[in-house]
């Protein structure tokens, strides 16, 4: 099941994460467990008060939904451990029709890869036959890759050099020791005169027949025996391929971790010799291959956006997302979509407002932790319904509301207010960021930050500090107007702080700032469509 994330605006408010929790219950009745609340920015203390009230988990923080390797199903992973021969390794890539095959340490970490050019290495460096050797294997395990049978099980590991009697005996003999393997053929001198020399093991290539005289010898010398239908180029070849995989494989694999963008693995993986990486887990696990037929699937991850419609304020990664439903209740936006989606823009105080109305209109009831936070959401963003975005549906979900959570608007809607103008101890530049939201308009990019206040007082005392704040933030953020509105909610008015390209504040406003807005209380409804109109009004 493809899980769906819900998210609301780059500056969280209490209104944005109460309709993203709020919309994931109503959704997961129907479907649980797979949508899923998230956030992309931190948290204000009005919406941490709202979630402590409530006992409720804060959404997820997802700071971009950017496709990342966690996104991408991968197909079985074919690794091995380094100890296994590399024969094996061969056996299983054609067996899968597999070009590569991740070989892996005893904590399942990958270290390495055999492909076909390391396959080709071990199998070209018979042609030196003098350089032949195992380390140490099990007797039963090199039987096996000859294909051979244990006439004399003399030893549990050999290890050792391979010497293929091709010389003349006497100085095969002169080089070995009692750790070296010969190979031979139908020759019993030879073959007793190395069991005499009392070396580890001696092959017989050729299916040559082994006699009682040489079994008994090797017996009594603690000589292993082993006999093969190879010939003496294959046993070679083969001795090659008894090498432990992690003697043959290539170590410059490159690995990705699943936190990494797909745009970074495809950088990463074409300029690979391999065309491929290896994925690993945050424990450093090996999760997938990654190759570039993997990446030829596009990945995007499904998200519902509340509470916002424009790409600006929108979780970073967004046009890398699938967008498939918006909910929302401010002014429309330039976002995109790939295809037709289910769009609701309502004119109303708040999107809990949206999402709660949801619940009555269907018959379904929210549990009492979600009617809460949906009615902090509706009495947040429209100051305990006092600011003139408030709407009939607004008040009509307050009443659906309250008696579901156990609470009195008026005093909840108090309690919120003395959460969001608790300003003691911040620093003026947290204060300025907690909701700040950046829009364009008459082509200009503005950002616009508000500020709730016991009383106008407060910023007063603070006008040259906040101003050289506000030049911080334009610089910061490559705005070219930067505004702040301090709102009181007693005094039903806003004190106005910006800074632009000279002259342009006072040809907008009639005069210099700060300036004192009355009845401005909503940045949505009213302070964005006087600014809109001035805007138009003097900028060409």
């Known amino acids: 099941m493809n899980q769906i994330y819900l998210f609301g605006h780059q500056k969280p408010d209490t209104d944005s994460i109460a309709s993203v929790i709020g919309y994931a219950e109503f959704k997961n009745l129907s479907e649980p467990g797979r949508y899923i609340p998230a956030r992309c920015g931190e948290l204000n203390p009005e919406t941490r008060f709202m979630l402590d009230r409530y006992s409720l988990m804060e959404p997820v923080y997802i700071p971009s939904v950017e496709p990342k390797l966690s996104d991408i199903r991968y197909n079985p992973v074919f690794a091995l451990p380094e100890d296994v021969p590399a024969v094996d390794v061969a056996t299983l890539m054609a067996r899968e029709g597999i070009r590569n095959v991740v070989i892996t340490d005893a904590l399942g970490k990958p270290v390495g890869m055999v492909g076909e050019h390391a396959l080709a290495v071990a199998c070209i460096e018979t042609i030196h036959l003098s350089e032949l050797a195992v380390t140490p294997i099990p007797v039963e395990t090199l039987a096996r890759i000859l294909n051979a049978h244990v006439i004399v099980s003399a030893h549990t590991l050999l290890e050792g050099r391979v010497y293929i009697a091709i010389d003349a005996l006497h100085v095969t003999l002169g080089k070995m020791t009692q750790k070296d393997i010969a190979v031979v053929g139908d020759d019993e001198p030879a073959q007793l005169a190395f069991i005499s020399a009392g070396i580890a093991c001696l092959i017989i290539a050729e299916d040559a027949p082994v006699g009682e005289r040489v079994a008994a010898a090797a017996a009594r010398r603690g000589v292993s025996v082993l006999s093969t239908k190879l010939d003496a180029f294959g046993v070679g070849k083969m001795i090659n391929l008894s090498l432990p995989a992690r003697e043959v494989m290539e170590t410059n694999v490159p690995v990705l971790s699943c936190s990494d963008t797909i745009a970074h693995a495809r ?95 269907s018959g379904l009831m929210p549990s009492r932790s979600i009617a809460g936070a949906l009615l902090c959401g509706i009495l947040s963003d429209t100051l305990a319904l006092r600011m003139s975005t408030t709407t009939h549906r607004d008040k009509k979900a307050v009443s659906f509301l309250a008696p579901v959570a156990g609470e009195d608007p008026e005093k909840l809607g108090i309690a919120l207010l003395e959460q969001a103008m608790d300003l003691s101890g911040t620093p003026l530049d947290t204060i300025l960021a907690r909701d700040t939201k950046i829009f364009v308009l008459s082509g200009k990019k503005i950002l616009i930050a508000q500020v709730m206040v016991p009383s106008f007082a407060w910023n007063r005392e603070r006008d040259a500090a906040i101003n050289r704040e506000l030049k911080t933030v334009r610089t910061g953020s490559g705005t070219e107007i930067v505004l702040a509105l301090f709102t009181s909610v007693m005094e039903n008015a806003s004190d106005l702080y910006g800074v632009a390209e000279p002259g342009l504040l006072a040809a907008l406003f009639g005069a210099d700032l700060p300036m004192r807005l009355d009845g401005m209380m909503s940045r949505k409804k009213d302070f964005l469509p006087f600014l809109g109109a001035n805007l138009q009004k003097h900028v060409r």
């Open 267 to 361: 950088r990463v993986v074409s300029g690979s010799k391999f065309r491929a990486a290896c994925v690993v887990n945050a424990g450093g696990t090996l999760s997938g291959i990654l190759t570039r037929t993997t990446l030829l699937e596009e990945v995007r991850r499904p998200v519902i956006l509340l509470d916002h419609n424009e790409a600006s304020q929108a979780v970073d990664g967004i046009e890398e997302a699938e967008v498939i439903e918006i909910i929302d209740h401010h002014r429309l936006g330039a976002i995109t979509t790939l295809r037709p989606i289910h769009f609701l823009n309502e004119p109303v105080g708040a999107t809990s407002t949206i999402i709660a109305m949801k619940f009555l209109e």
